[in-house]
């Protein structure tokens, strides 16, 4: 007999719009007469291995509502990395209290962890439903037109590129923002959706799908300040040498390393500093000012995407309905059609588990410090409605006096 148990569980960097998706899942799922329970998982994949659950079914909906709207993840997150041991132990925790439905919230990773648990199912005979629901706000999930998170994300980005090109214009110098992306470029690259005028920031945009190099970034900084008298420069944490050498490992004397030995990149400032420190040593310029963004642009509050917000909510409702109704396990995705609408499909868990997408060619320009018109026309139906706009005196001058 079915239990009519799910359980759903959020994975990874935390975004402005995770609980739409898990709010999708719970009242997606409270609406089928064969679903008995909603429990949700505290801290992710941890939390189902040391069966740390909440019963989310008497949950009232203005709650939950409430909980949508707000961003990070509400039922906590983990950074573990599961291997098949690890994978073995989720299955037999879901298995122990009946769970027939699983939902996981993430990114790369977390696609391959519903990829192993869906096998390990498989070959314990075991009724298991599993099905991943796309997350992250570097927007690398291969199969997907765009991740819910990414464009939220984005907003802040452009619009906090848009503010430090408005007080650079005013007080001109050098500003170098580091945005977050190992291997992706999509959110340093949305920096350009804060531009106006043919003269705004940001002048240089420089994304890990190109080689960095720094003598040539150290020249493109010094022709923007010679025809400007200013530089607004987007940089991804991730930018590495010809070898594939991160730059911030290059520069600093020494780095720090996470819990799976990849060098640091985010929360720290040495990035930022020390491209500063390169360009006033080397270039001699004096007013050169850094900003590492950080972790504000995962759950920023104040510039949300309602598109995001939407998207999120209903990738959460489609993988219910893609596991009451379907016969296969698998990985929700956003297709685009049209000038602007998505659909949703289920593809494969392989062809999503363990892979990252990056920049495709046709959006980077040739320069390769740039975006092409086809980015902004990509990512400008994404970042949602009541974008600020900037304006500038059109006054003519004063002619001087005795000059």
Not at 5 to 14: E, F, N, R, S, T
Not at 98 to 125: C, M, P, W
Request: charged share 25%; with cysteine.
């Amino acid at each position: 007999m079915s239990s009519g148990k799910i359980l759903v569980a959020q994975g990874g960097g935390p975004t402005a719009v995770i609980n739409q998706s898990m709010v999708g899942v719970v009242l997606e799922a409270r609406r089928f007469a064969n679903v008995t329970k909603v429990y949700g998982a505290l801290h992710g994949v941890r939390g189902i291995v040391n069966q740390d659950f909440l019963d989310l079914t008497q949950e009232t909906t203005a709650n939950l509502e409430l909980v949508a709207a707000t961003p990070s993840s509400a039922l906590g997150s983990t950074r573990d990395k599961p291997d098949a041991a690890y994978c073995a132990k989720i299955f037999e925790s879901l298995r122990a209290h009946q769970i027939e439905h699983f939902f996981y919230i993430g990114g790369n990773d977390s696609s391959d962890t519903v990829r192993i648990v869906s096998l390990e199912a498989q070959k314990h005979g075991y009724p298991l439903r599993c099905i991943h629901i796309p997350k992250t706000i570097d927007n690398d999930l291969v199969g997907n037109d765009h991740t819910p998170g990414f464009p939220s994300a984005a907003r802040f980005v452009a619009q906090a590129f848009a503010g430090a090109n408005l007080d650079n214009a005013s007080l001109p110098g050098v500003y170098v923002g580091v945005v977050m992306g190992r291997h992706a470029g999509f959110l340093t690259a949305a920096a350009a959706l804060g531009r106006k005028f043919p003269d705004d920031g940001p002048h240089l945009i420089y994304l890990p799908e190109r080689t960095f190099v720094l003598e040539n970034f150290l020249a493109d900084v010094k022709a923007m300040y010679d025809k400007h008298g200013r530089c607004v420069v987007a940089v991804s944490e991730g930018i590495h040498d010809a070898s594939g050498e991160a730059i911030a490992t290059l520069l600093a004397a020494e780095v720090e390393r996470d819990a799976h030995g990849n060098v640091q990149l985010s929360g720290t400032g040495a990035l930022a500093d020390l491209l500063c420190d390169e360009i006033k040593s080397k270039l001699g310029i004096k007013r050169v000012r850094g900003d590492t963004f950080g972790y504000l642009q995962r759950s920023f509050s104040g510039c949300v995407s309602d598109v995001d917000q939407r998207e999120a909510r209903e990738v959460g409702e489609k993988a219910v309905q893609f596991a009451m109704w379907g016969e296969r396990d698998g990985s929700v995705a956003i297709k685009r059609s049209g000038d602007y609408a998505v659909d949703y499909e289920l593809v494969a868990l392989e062809s999503v588990a363990g892979k990252t997408r990056v920049m495709e060619d046709e959006l980077i320009s040739a320069s390769g410090t740039d975006v092409t018109p086809a980015f902004i026309r990509y990512l400008k139906p994404l970042l949602g409605a009541g974008m600020p706009d900037a304006h500038r005196l059109r006054a003519a001058r004063v002619k001087k006096i005795g000059a």
